[in-house]
């Protein structure tokens, strides 16, 4: 074997060759003999970024006349590279790529062969596949028959794009008669460049690889600049965006994409007078079913001469869509064939994935070739990815053509990626690490200072400067993004200058969204500030009694992608959140008692009294299909649970019934939420933690309480929010010890209240309370096993909802901070014997429905 400046791997023997030569020379293994190997790289540096390919020359002596020959093979292999290799991997490049030339391209080839047209073909004959002992396949040589890349750097005429078009509009017609004739492609063609399951891994990259670009950009001029501007807090709102984008709509016409359609995967065969002939694609690695625009956009923007690609656009369209219309015709497609218009419309739908193909691939078709391009360095932080993009970003070609690029698409409303209405620089400061909402900019403040102080000429705020920075610590907030504004004005006609300081709530960005089960959270906390809230505490005015439930909520402007919530800034006012890790003492606990007693009694008096709740505060608790996602969600977390749980000495007696009941809890727990018609209920606040309390202090004693994140609100049981606070926020010395008075504390306020407010209902006793305390108990298992580690918990870096159930290094890291840790140990150890005692550590202890 010869090899010339590549590394031959193991597997690479005249033995695996033997199977590929007797497909390729139609011989039996036994006619023929490989005699020697020669192995080369098969392309460039920078040619191919996604696997490793090797020209293989197999020396062959067939035995009937002892002849001697020299066959070249393609070999494809799976790379070993480091970051690219664990992306390769997850977007299933290998399987989907082997399914095409095994099965799918012959079967579409036959179609025009079975017609008369035996010249369509549409890529390399494969020889041979494997998966062991990794990746591999081996295909015919296209070289061997003349074919070979344009140049890519000077992208392709006129007379190359309209080969490309019409071949790719004759693999897109064939693969929707397939389609029509045998069906839907299934899992392995839903998704290509933009899926899921990269979220993470696109989410690790995306902020260095955007911020690179962007300081380019304001390199190149000062209107790149400003584009620079707007693309500045893309962030995964991008990918989110393409993710919905790229995807098959059923009501739309969809082909099977070849998914990376640029130059370097079109291979062309010239005449003797080097006029391009035939084409044939290679690289079927990223193959989906969806809009014909994706191919066309990759197509396109990457590999056409930068002097036609924009300014014969229509004409480029044009022409694919009549070789669309002519082969689905010959094929005798029976379905609805799509018009020019209707093809125009979706490409338009589509530009924002040609704009991210021309960040992506197209400055790799205008950079000079260089030995060490690689996928690995493109995605590389260090000092070698930096100097590989600064020459790939300050190429002179490539900023000649993104200068037209960026004025085509902004034109187009490309840039407003969220469909909000505006394309424009947000104009507010922020930290670096944050990762701004594209909706919160300087219009969506001024709006809410408008809102508050009024735009007449004697009151009017004007907005001098914003700084938003993020206003929870890390482990302090799951379940949503919350954003710390401090808005700088001035008030003209007093001359004074005023700061204003808000508090803005939005759904999780990135990665964190995807572990969001409860899509109808925002629905219910809008609901209680817009609606309930002012309404419980017009009750205590109506009686004489100032009483503030909440922070004051400011409306935001309509017409936003997701819903917001603004609230004021309460830090400002003195109140602050206890500290979590040591948990409540008595005073402050009977503080908040004194809080749920207010909310809980204006709330069952405003019922009281004829207003009627929606279902989402009356029926959230009953979604058996949620709980039953809950339980599946919070799987990992529990193993990782139990496994410490198992090494403690004191626990051996009451671990395996806790996991049994554990496992299951939010199943068993819509049996425990089951509402009492003819008990006595309240609104819950539904997450009553230490972290959803705000105190204030006149002297370190406390004298207000503001309670926030009414997310999970329901309707039911007041020891719902006592169960949830007692056994997560109470110091652990006094949580078991001084339950009963409590208890008692809260109902004693309570009554006070609901006599104040003029409820006509039969009073609550405190020994109804105590029964339905006991009877849900259950809960407190819920409360104890999934939300009490995240209250005892060392703060970290590493903690997000996303490192609490999933079995990733950082994730395992957070939960041994999560599980082992000697406050959580010292409350489990008292708080196992009582489950024990009070009977909850079975599954039938958690069922209170009333018809049972």
Known sequence: MTSSDVSVPEWMTKEYFVDAIAVKLELPPTAFTITDLDVRKATEAGDNYASILYRVRVSVRVHDGDKRLDVSLIVKALPKLGLSDEMIKMMNLFPKEMAMYTDILPLMEGMYHARGRTGVAFGPRCLKHSTEPTDIIVMEDLRDRSFTMANRRQGMDMKHTRLVLRRMAQFHAASVVRAEQCGPYGELFKEGMFREAGRAMTEQFQKGQADFFQKMMHGWSEKQSFYADILKYWGMDLFDTLLIMTR????????????????????????EDGEPSDILLIDYQLSFWSSPAIDLLYFIMTSVNGDLKLSQMNYM????HGQLVESLTFLGYTGKVPLLKELHSDITAHHLFGLMICFSVLPI?????????????????????????LKMYNNPAYVKQMEQILDYFYDRGVMDILQIGTQRTARIECDPSLELPLWLDREFIEYIVDSKYGVGTAVKRIVRSVHVKNAANKGDSYAS???????????????????????????????????????????????????????????????????????RYYKPRVGLPVDVIVLEDLTTTGFRLANRQDGLDKAHVEAVLDHLALFHAASAVYCASGNILPKELTESSKDREMASKTDKLFAPSLDSLFKYMKEWDFAADYVDDLETVSRQIYSLLVDTWT????????????????NNILFAYD??????????????????????????????????????????????????????NLVLLGYGKRLPTLQQLHIDFNDRLSAAIKTTVIDLPYVLVEPSEDASQEAAVVQTEVGQRFQQLLFDNDRFKE?????????RSRGILIPEAANCRQDV
């Open 827 to 835: 409350q489990m150890r008292q708080l196992l014997p009582y489950f």
């Open 365 to 389: 078709c205008l950079m000079e070739k260089t030995d060490d391009a690689s996928m690995d360095l493109m995605l590389d932080q260090g000092d070698a990815g930096t100097a590989f993009k």
């Open 699 to 752: 002297d370190e004693t406390v004298k207000r309480v503001a309670m926030i994140d009414y997310q999970y609100p329901s309707w039911g049981s007041p020891v719902f929010d006592l169960i949830h606070f007692l056994f997560s926020s109470v110091r652990g010395d006094l949580k078991l010890s001084k339950q009963a008075y409590f208890l008692r504390h809260y109902q004693e306020r309570l009554v006070h």
């Open 481 to 551: 993004a919350l954003y710390s504004a401090k808005v700088s004005l001035l008030w003209q006609e007093a001359a004074t200058e005023e700061t204003l300081s808000l508090i803005i709530k939005a759904p999780p960005k990135g990665i964190a969204a995807s572990y969001t089960l409860d899509k109808e959270m925002y629905v219910r906390e809008l609901y209680l500030y817009e609606q309930l809230i002012p309404a419980f505490e017009e009750l205590y005015r109506n009686k004489g009694v100032s009483v503030k439930l909440a922070p």
């Open 248 to 271: 098959a709509n059923p009501a739309k016409f969809n082909v099977l994409n070849h998914g990376d359609m640029w130059c370097n995967n079109v291979l062309f065969h010239y005449t």
């Open 317 to 320: 369209i044009e022409y694919y």
């Open 675 to 690: 509402i009492d018609e003819n008990g006595f209920n309240v609104l819950n606040h539904g997450d009553a933690w230490l």
